[in-house]
């Protein structure tokens, strides 16, 4: 059992907490000097009340109390590549966090001088594959406009981490089944088509040095749904079955993960 589905057994085990905040989104995007903490000889990576998180449903941060925190944050710098977490004014909370990189952050691009950005903050137990499980964060600008996705791992069928499968945008996800023919424990990442040097998601969110995400097959020949849902700031790769199985049910998959 790999080390990731030893911690979702682990985590099931555990009563869920609270959580805890203020949360605030913290990078080098938003720089003030009015912020507090901020980084060493900048008045960038700061906290303040224009970047704070509010679950109370008026930040786009779905129902009051639901445990979903949003903001809206204006960019303070020219258009380009930014880096950023979701924190605590402390540190004592940051996410995303991957276990490879304490320093690793998410990044965002911005097309104009001083743009407006949205923000989420998912601190949800979430199943169905989704990952990461719980404290997900994302951002409406993950990406450079116009460009592609694609996912790519360890499966031969997703080019055994040296090409890529080009994905399909529908709606807010991106996405694509593939038939996996080998029944086993694969990792894998959603990415920028070509390269890694711009955006990448697994576990870890848009962070170029987090973990990778991981599906499981159970059948030989069997199809799996790889999607990036750009609302949830989530990808999973969820088995559907063997392909004679999924063609006499394909009206309701699609009816249930389009």
Excluded at 110 to 131: A, G
Excluded at 152 to 162: Q, Y
Aim: hydrophobic letters at 40%; proline letters at 6%; a negative charge.
């Amino acid at each position: 059992m790999s080390a990731r589905l030893l911690s979702l057994v682990a985590l099931l085990l555990v009563p869920a907490t609270v959580a805890a905040g203020p949360y605030y989104v913290r990078g080098d995007f938003h720089c003030t000097p009015t912020a507090a903490d901020p980084g060493p000889g900048t008045t960038c990576w700061g906290w303040e009340a224009a970047n704070e998180m509010f679950d109370d449903g008026l930040h786009a941060d779905s129902l009051a109390g639901d445990g979903i925190y949003g903001a809206f944050v204006r960019c303070t710098g020219p258009a380009g590549r930014y880096e950023w977490k979701v924190a605590t004014n402390t540190w004592s909370e940051a996410y995303p966090s991957a276990s490879c990189c304490a320093l690793a952050n998410a990044v965002l691009f911005t097309t104009v001088p001083d743009e407006w950005l949205r923000f989420r903050f998912d601190t949800n137990f979430m199943l169905d594959s989704w990952q990461p499980f719980f404290d997900a964060v994302m951002t409406d600008h993950a990406v450079p406009p116009g460009v592609a996705l694609e996912v790519i791992g360890a499966a031969p069928e997703l080019g055994s981490w040296v090409a890529g499968v080009p994905l399909t945008k529908v709606g807010d996800r991106w996405q694509r089944v593939l038939t996996i023919a080998t029944p086993g424990i694969y990792e894998f990442k959603i990415r920028v088509a070509g390269t890694w040097d711009v955006a990448n998601f697994g576990y870890d969110y848009n962070n170029t040095q987090g973990d990778n995400a991981y599906f499981a097959t159970t059948h030989d020949s069997s199809d799996v749904l790889f999607q990036y849902d750009e609302a949830l700031g989530r990808v999973r790769g969820l088995e559907l079955g063997p392909l004679p199985a999924r063609r006499t049910s394909w009206g309701g998959i699609k009816g249930r993960y389009r």
